[in-house]
Every structure is written in structure tokens, then in C-alpha cells.
């Protein structure tokens, strides 16, 4: 079986992403990964989507609602366009090679690079001596995910590029350490006009699922009311909007509304900017609003129908780690010969 995996440095395409069950999906993981996601699927190029549970456990998530995220998270991608028959769609810790190859790239990767990741930052905070082993170590993890399978290509929201390059780094080492081209070095995908959706509240920060403000971001399941009303009360400044690109620096609020209505309605900033130009925000948001609820609404419609069958929704995710398992295993079983483990 090992013959089968590639060992040279050109990689046959393969797409590889995924989306934690950490809470409600929400409108910069559809338009910063999932809708981008589905795209790619067309390409015709092969791809991988995962819940990353054991990602999402490095902070405490309650047992209960984590299975109910989780199942939510495989309606949520299946309801975005993501088809299982084409896309390999799949749970993490079904898929035990993530976890094994992980542990070998905690032993390739540095302490001082894992303490210059931002999100370890802002995750853990000022309590860092309280936060969790598996939070430090989530860039080692998100790099074994993305390498079990090879993948050259790895389309990802604007907050993950520092872990991409993280991901690069730990190949490189590795492949350098034990004389082998084994890994790919991956390339990040990072395009269209929502790669960091901020907050509501906070045009400083990007929009989060562990942000404990429901009003900081649209949920994929809101309701048309209350997503017309997140909008009309998400923070903007006093000026109107300005017809060209340039006139939205410095107004993070501003740009933010702007790139949302840009990315939902698949065009460009300036694009918008000719259309609402002169506009204020009051008129601005109730056209926002529609156009949100005109292409976010079929999605939530079809993430609840689907709920009502979480057993096809598990068997979804048996299949998709059954796939998942046939291209991980023999990449893992070459890792570990060329370690140098017995038995591999
Ligand atoms: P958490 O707060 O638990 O970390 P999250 O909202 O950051 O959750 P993740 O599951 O960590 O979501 O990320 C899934 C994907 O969504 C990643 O590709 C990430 O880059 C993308 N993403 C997350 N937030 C945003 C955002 N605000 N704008 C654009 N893309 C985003
Ligand atoms: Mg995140």
C-alpha cells in the first residue's frame, strides 16, 4: 500500500480544510471558508472537509452540545453546497492518523514557534499558565490534519495564515531532518472579499464563535428578524459611504459591512461602492439585511431539515471517515518507517 503515496516533490492537487464544532457557524466561517470551500469542490480537484472536534476541545466545550455542533457543523457544510459524494466530508477524531501524526510534529516543531502564534495569544490570554497543553499545541495538530492527507492546498480565512506558515515550517523540518521530500510544502488559499469578517461590536476584532456576544456576529441559523436587527445595530461610524475603495480606510466598521454585501453578492468592493456611494448607513443596512437573509436563509432552512435525521448525518460522517481513512493511513505508516519506528 505504501507504494501508493507520493514521495516527490510534485504533489498531485488535493484540497484539504476544516471548521471547528466549537459553536454556531457563523457568517465569516461561510464566507471566509465554507462558501469558498464549495467553490473548490467544483474545480474538480479533490477535497477534503473536516469537523475538527479535537480541535474544538481545546477549550472546555460541554460533551452534550458538542455532538449536537458537531452533527450541526456536517448540516451546515452539506446545506452550503458541500456534496459527501464528492467532497470527503468527515469527524476529525474519526480519523485517528490526525492524531498520530500530530504527536511526530510535536517533536518537529519548535516551543519558540508555537509561542509566537497569535491565536495562542489571544486565546489564552493573560491565564496562559491555565489554558489547556492542546491549545498550545492546536497549530501541531492543524498541521498534521492538513499533511496526512498531502494537501497542496488549503483555503482558509485571512486568522489562519500564521498557522499555514506554521504548517510549511513543520514540513520543511521535517523533510530536512530525515533527508526525505515527503511533506508538501502547502500552499494557503486566502481570497475574496471576506477573508476576515470582524465583529459587530468591535470593527478590531474578527467575527468568532467563541465570542461570548451573540450580537457580535450573524449565526447561520438566525432567524431573518434577527439578523435584520444584528445589522441594525452593528457598529458604524457617522459618515455615509464613499463611492470608491480608498474612502473606507480607517473605518474598520465601514469596510466591514461593505466587503459582507461584496462577498455575499459575488462581486467586487468597488463594485458596491458605485451602487450605494453617497448612501448612509441607515439605508445601507436594510439592503445588507436583504440581501443576507435572501442567500443565508436556504442554508438554514436546509441545516434544520437535515437536523431531523441526525442518524443519515452519522452515517454521512462514517462513510466520509471510511474515504478519509484510506488516504491517511498509508501516509502515516510511511511517517513512521521513515522515523524509523518498528513494525510500521
Ligand atoms: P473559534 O472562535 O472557536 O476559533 P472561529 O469562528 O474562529 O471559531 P474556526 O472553526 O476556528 O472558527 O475557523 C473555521 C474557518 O473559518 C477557518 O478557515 C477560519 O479562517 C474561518 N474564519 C473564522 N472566522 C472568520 C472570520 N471572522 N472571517 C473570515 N473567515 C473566518
Ligand atoms: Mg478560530
New binding site residues.
Partial sequence: MTEAVQTSSSFTPRVF?G??P??DL?L??Y???MKRFVDMQETGIETVYCMVDMHAITVWQDPEKLRHATRELCAGFIAAGIDPAKSILFNQSQVPEHAQLAWIFNCVARMGWMQRMTQWKDKAGKNAQNASLGLFAYPALMAADILIYHATHVP?????KQHLELTRDIATKFNHDYGVDFFPITEPVIEGA????MSFRDGSK?????DPSDASRINMTDDADTIAKKIRKAKTDPEGLPSEAEGLEGRPEARNLVNIYAALADTSVDAVLKDVGGKQFSEFKPILSELAVEKLAPISGEMARLMQDTSEIDKILDHGAERARAIASPILKKTYEIVGMVGA
Avoid: F
Fill in positions: 480544510s471548521i471547528q466549537s459553536g457563523h465569516g466561517n464566507l471566509g471558508a482558509v480565512g485571512e486568522d489562519q471576506a477573508t476576515r469578517v474578527k467575527m468568532s464563535k467563541s
